[in-house]
Antibody
Framework: QLQLQESGPGVVKPSETLSLTCTIF??????????WAWIRQPPGRGLEWIGT???????YYNRSLRSRVTISVDTSKNHFSLKLNSVTAADTSFYHC?????????????WGQGTLVTVSS | EIVLTQYPGTLSLSPGERATLSCRAS???????LAWYQQKPGQAPRLLIY???NRATGVPDRISGSGYGTDFTLTISRLEPEDFAVYYC?????????FGGGTKVEIK
């Protein structure tokens, strides 16, 4: 059964870089059928897509975050990563990773449980 | 960027009642690229519907999706206790994903 697990620091200082990893269990990240995504959700608020990456490195980013975001794949570790630089309190959120299907239709499934990242000095 | 507006923001209903949730897009797009999710407190979102009307694995048939163009609907024919949650629509236009703001279905 496919499962995704986010990992990374729970607290990041303002102006620094948020770094998270999503490890995939039960499937290979090198599948050409699926892409992989990061989605965030401020506590008590709605969902915001951050970006999507293919195993070959093709990326799609949220226009409002594009200048600060990098999503990359490490096929040797079967995981993908998120880097968000110059963070502020507005970046405090639960960060979820998910498998993203984009060919002929769209869906995110499954999702990781999510990890809370707080931006605070 | 396609903006998705969900309404109502909150739906107060009793178990057994019918729930109708709406998702309106700022511009028309293919219904193939519209999905719906359910989220309960403390949990990750769960895929319910993709391609506007296709149920994901394990989704009961009391939950259905419809619509095309700019107007999409999620219908729960008879609310069960486990259906009280927040629901989100989502689209992908080939390069950008957007989510609606969500509709909370609460117990009246």
């Amino acid at each position: 059964q496919l499962q995704l697990q986010e990992s990374g620091p729970g607290v990041v200082k303002p102006s620094e870089t948020l770094s998270l990893t999503c490890t995939i269990f039960g499937a290979s990240i090198t599948s050409s059928t699926y892409y992989w995504a990061w989605i965030r959700q401020p506590p008590g608020r709605g969902l915001e897509w951050i970006g999507t990456v293919s195993y070959s490195g093709t990326t799609y980013y949220n226009r409002s975050l594009r200048s600060r975001v990098t999503i990359s794949v490490d096929t040797s570790k079967n995981h993908f990563s998120l880097k968000l630089n110059s963070v502020t309190a507005a970046d405090t959120s639960f960060y979820h990773c998910a498998r993203h299907f984009v060919t002929g239709t769209t869906w995110f499934d499954p999702w990781g449980q999510g990890t809370l990242v707080t931006v605070s000095s | 960027e396609i903006v998705l507006t969900q309404y109502p923001g909150t739906l107060s209903l009793s178990p057994g009642e019918r729930a109708t949730l709406s998702c309106r897009a700022s511009q028309s797009f293919s219904s193939s690229y519209l999905a719906w999710y359910q989220q309960k407190p403390g949990q990750a979102p769960r895929l319910l519907i993709y391609g506007a009307s296709n149920r994901a694995t394990g989704v009961p048939d009391r939950i259905s999706g419809s619509g095309y163009g700019t107007d999409f609907t999620l219908t729960i024919s008879r609310l069960e206790p486990e259906d009280f949650a927040v629901y989100y629509c989502q689209q992908f236009d080939g390069s950008t994903v957007t989510f609606g703001g969500g509709t909370k279905v609460e117990i009246k």
